[in-house]
């Protein structure tokens, strides 16, 4: 039994040698090739040009057979990859640190951003004129998030830093539209063209802010008459305006809400 030992102790070290270099090797290729690898993805990253990928927001709404909600509103992102290289999908690990939903502008937190699938399509990625899409749902019940909104925002999608079109919802009428690109002639206090002294600077920032949290329902029915014709303006609205108005236009400056965007911009008197 001793030579069968050494026999076996022989055949063992060479099989070793043998197979060392070759489990090294495949060792190597798994590590290059496995998509879930972190620079596999950072290499992914590096292909996504803006003008390669289409980043769009859609808005919808539809009916539901609860009582307790008769209606539901679908938030979704849709990708699609126009370009010759494969992007970053919308499962659930890149969707983590690469998408994000904006409303008035603030990101929100969605809980749909780490539930659902890990991988989308089996390797992570979109392929050349491919399309996934990512939904989050709200039922519009009287207790829902979306009520401290009172029921007209914009929201937006970013996907890996690009920006989708940006949208108006009006949660009373049930209505989405697209916003169009902001005119040049309206500005926020940070970038106006003509100096300000420091002390009117400083209170044309925090006005401009605390309009801008303001009740965005209120202050677009103040505006838009004509599109609320059912609705009466408070008077506490009312009077916000007239002061602050009037307290920007002893500086020059003229205060003007864009109805689109449901927020505050200012332009300088020239």
Not at 121 to 147: C, M, P, Y
Not at 157 to 165: C, L, Q, V
Request: with cysteine.
């Amino acid at each position: 039994m001793l030579w069968l030992t050494v026999i076996i102790a022989i055949l063992t070290h060479k099989m070793k040698h043998f197979f060392c270099p070759l489990l090294l090797h495949l060792t190597f290729l798994a590590s290059v090739q496995n998509p879930t690898d972190k620079g596999y993805h950072n290499s992914l990253e590096m292909n996504i040009k803006p003008d390669s990928v289409l980043v769009e927001n859609i808005v919808s709404f539809s009916k539901m057979q609860s009582q307790e909600a008769k209606s539901r509103i679908d938030f979704t992102l849709s990708v699609t990859n126009l370009g010759l290289a494969a992007i970053p999908d919308l499962g659930l690990a890149n969707r983590m640190d690469q998408v994000h939903f904006l409303i008035n502008g603030d990101e929100i937190p969605l809980m749909g951003l780490g539930n659902g699938k890990e991988i989308i399509g089996g390797d992570r990625t979109i392929k050349q004129n491919s399309i996934q899409t990512f939904t989050q749902s709200w039922a519009l019940d009287k207790n829902n998030e979306l009520q401290k909104y009172n029921g007209l925002f914009t929201t937006q999608w970013t996907y890996n830093g690009i920006k989708s079109t940006m949208v108006k919802v009006n949660l009373y009428d049930q209505t989405a539209v697209i916003v169009h690109p902001k005119p040049e002639i309206l500005v926020d206090s940070v970038i106006l063209k003509r100096p300000l002294n420091y002390t009117n600077a400083t209170t044309v920032g925090k006005l401009l802010e605390w309009l801008n949290t303001y009740n965005k329902f209120e202050m677009d029915a103040y505006y838009n008459v004509l599109a609320y014709p059912n609705y009466v303006v408070s008077g506490e609205t009312n009077a916000i305006v007239d002061e602050r108005t009037r307290t920007l236009s002893n500086m020059g400056i003229d205060l003007i809400w864009d109805s689109e965007r449901l927020k505050f911009y200012i332009q300088l008197r020239k």
